[in-house]
């Protein structure tokens, strides 16, 4: 009984961490989040005119939509190999748009 209550909290939890990075997503691609881009929101003016916006918007964006359902398909990992996967998966990630948004989201000097 135990065992089947902390199943079915899991897979909530697991669905509304999902939903939460799909929307955060969309509000980002669209425009209107971009005080969600960790970083950026606190930068300064003259640092934030480094970046060229719609390409960071795209990468964050991009990687909240790809971890949205990566999320979500957690729930069928029964084993600890598809756990590690994930995780490993998400870091490979996150590391690659760090790259992209210090290289290829920045404007070039002038």
């Known amino acids: 009984m135990k065992n089947d209550s902390i199943m079915i909290v899991s897979i909530i939890v697991l669905v509304i961490v999902g939903l939460i990075l799909a929307i955060m997503g969309v509000t980002i691609l669209i425009g209107k989040g971009d005080n969600l881009i960790a970083g950026y929101n606190t930068a300064s003016k003259e640092e934030r005119e480094q970046y060229n916006i719609k390409r960071l918007r795209g990468l964050i964006g991009g990687l909240l939509i790809v971890l949205a359902p990566m999320t979500i398909l957690l729930i069928g990992a029964e084993t600890i190999t598809a756990t590690f996967s994930f995780i490993i998966l998400t870091l490979l990630l996150c590391i ?15």
């Open 96 to 110: 690659i748009v760090v790259i992209l948004a210090n290289t290829w989201a920045k404007k070039k000097a002038k």
